[in-house]
């Protein structure tokens, strides 16, 4: 099975994506290779970006995400833009601080992931997207995700439970990420 570049700088995706991925073996993006701008309107588009930018510099099969979370009482905001809620350079509190402050407690929110896999020698691009839905905590709560995850009470979880609360292979089995990377995982069985 070939290695596949990860289009990413972010460590908690590299490290969630090379469990999830297993036995393709997931290569971090070379320090030399700079990313587009997450300007698009879709979660495909900026996955896609990222996908072919790391394509086109190492000349290897290579795949990149986005995701973040849409809750209802924002109109599905903050959507793509959900990395840079609380302005562009903001840390996971504080886009947490903002979500909190501005959602509900027991409003409806999505996690949604796409992630876009380029295999440049094959000429093939192939998009996945999936969701997982869920509920805002009225707190954060556990220390095992990242990002929105200690607010996001899962559909999924009978017990109740944040996504920070759950162990990674529960989180794997009902994330967003989690669901698309199955997706992904069929289709390459699928393409040999």
Do not use: Q
Not at 1 to 28: C, I, Q, S
Not at 99 to 105: A, D, F, M, W
Not at 113 to 128: F, L, S
Not at 183 to 190: E, G, Q, V
């Amino acid at each position: 099975m070939p290695d596949l570049v990860l289009a990413t700088r972010n460590p908690h995706k590299a490290e969630e994506f090379g469990a999830l991925l297993a036995p393709w073996t997931v290569v971090p993006l070379p320090a030399d290779v700079e990313l587009p701008p997450e300007d698009g309107t879709t979660f495909a588009e900026n996955a896609l970006g990222k996908a072919r930018a790391a394509a086109a510099a190492t000349g290897r099969a290579s795949f990149g995400d986005d995701s973040g979370v849409a809750a209802e009482a924002l109109d599905g905001a903050p959507g793509v833009r959900s990395a840079r809620f609380a302005g562009e350079h903001a840390t996971d509190r504080e886009n947490l601080d903002l979500l909190r402050e501005r959602v509900p407690v027991g409003s409806p929110l999505a996690y949604v992931c796409a992630i876009a896999y380029v295999d440049p020698a094959a000429g093939v691009e192939h998009v996945v997207e999936a969701r997982c839905t869920g509920r805002m905590a009225p707190e954060p709560r556990g220390t095992n995700g990242f990002g929105y995850d200690p607010v996001f009470v899962a559909d999924d979880d009978p017990a109740g439970r944040t996504m920070a609360e759950l162990a990674p292979e529960e989180k794997a089995a009902i994330s967003h990420r989690g669901r698309a990377v199955a997706l992904l995982r069929d289709w390459l069985a699928a393409e040999g």
